[in-house]
Nanobody, 128 residues
């Protein structure tokens, strides 16, 4: 049973930084594409970033490119999202997700229906 547990969310002022973590268990890390999604109140869940099994390929939403960095440690079964230069529009619940796939796919990485394992989420609030 794959389990994903996010941590690291919180409240920060615009321009600040946060580092999200996702602890995974119950799976073989190097066989899963991992992603971060977020959902703001009243909005659809959207893909933020994803990383392939060997970290050779990473994908980012245009809105976070240059500000967010996704990384993974397969030995520790952890996924991270370093978020810098945060903006109020980054406020959302952030979820990590996993799918049994070597490559995330340049188009499919951002599709929430492609992922079949989800964490409970961690809240990020950015104030002006």
């Amino acid at each position: 049973q794959v389990q994903l547990v996010e941590s690291g969310g919180g409240s920060v002022q615009a321009g600040g930084s946060l580092r999200l973590s996702c602890a995974a268990s119950g799976y073989t890390a190097d066989r899963y594409c991992l992603g971060w999604f977020r959902q703001a109140p009243g909005k659809e869940r959207e893909g933020v970033a994803a990383i392939s099994t060997n970290a050779g390929a990473t994908y980012y939403a245009d809105s976070v490119k240059g500000r967010f960095t996704i990384s993974r440690d397969n030995l520790k079964n952890t996924l991270h999202l370093q978020m810098n230069s945060l903006k109020p529009e980054d406020t959302a619940m952030y979820y990590c997700a996993a799918v049994l796939r070597t490559f995330c796919g340049s188009l499919s990485w951002r599709l929430k229906d492609e992922y079949n394992h989800w964490g409970q989420g961690t809240q990020v609030t950015v104030s002006t």
